[in-house]
């Protein structure tokens, strides 16, 4: 994976000196290009001359919080935010999101969870500064907008595609279909939330999934598919 990731640049913004060294060096090592600061402002000025793919960002900053930091780093551009925080409250999960953080970390966390989430905001968001990614049993071409599955291309629609590959890239997370609809078809789409059944139908024929353990339903909850 790490000649895939030369070139994907990460900011890192925390005030505490022992995590920046922590992210800094196992991140270098897996091949990222890394800018590290501790206060708010700096971490806006740093972004503005390295145009970062990614940014993490505590939420607990000197200068400027970690909520601000995130809304002018989405006003820069296509930047993908995790926000860190120490406390696991509901609320400051709520707001980081509602600005527009792309995910939230709640401290301690281990470097293979915040790696698989970088992982994951770059298949979604940077899939052009990657390969054919592959993922379990699936492989997904980005630029030729195809998916095999056990090395057979299948045979898809656009939406199907699209829906897919968000299964896929959020492996092992419960999807709701208001979630899958949002994502995938739009915030505008008007149509009802069965469509959602009737595309999940369909891909689980063109994976042969009959017995419903490839993308597997959680009754009244979602859509969940499983990688080991």
Not at 162 to 176: D, E, P, Y
Request: hydrophobic share 40%.
């Amino acid at each position: 994976m790490m000649e895939q990731l030369k070139g994907i640049k990460v900011l890192l913004i925390d005030d505490e000196p022992t995590i920046l060294q922590f992210l800094s060096l196992g991140l270098t090592n897996e091949g990222f290009d890394i800018k590290a600061t501790q206060d708010g402002i700096e971490g806006i000025n740093v972004a503005k001359e390295f145009k970062p793919h990614i940014a993490i960002v505590d939420v607990m900053l000197p200068g400027m919080d970690g909520f601000e930091v995130c809304r002018l780093l989405k006003k820069m551009g296509n930047i993908a935010v995790i926000m860190l925080t120490a406390k696991d409250q509901v609320d400051d999960r709520v707001k980081g999101l509602t600005i527009g953080a792309d995910d939230y970390m709640v401290k301690p966390f281990s470097f293979e969870e915040l790696l698989a989430r970088i992982q994951a905001r770059i298949r979604n968001q940077f899939p052009n500064l990657l390969d054919e990614v592959s993922i379990g049993p699936f492989k997904i071409d980005d630029r030729r907008k195809e998916i095999k599955y056990l090395n057979h291309i299948l045979d898809l629609s656009p939406t199907e595609y699209a829906l897919l590959k968000f299964l896929v890239i959020n492996h092992g997370l419960v999807l709701s279909k208001s979630t899958i609809l949002d994502r995938v078809w739009g915030y505008d789409f008007g149509g009802e939330e069965n469509i959602v059944e009737v595309y999940i139908r369909s891909l689980r024929e063109k994976l042969q999934d009959h017995s419903r353990t490839v993308i597997r339903t959680l009754r009244g909850v979602g859509y969940r598919i499983d990688i080991s």
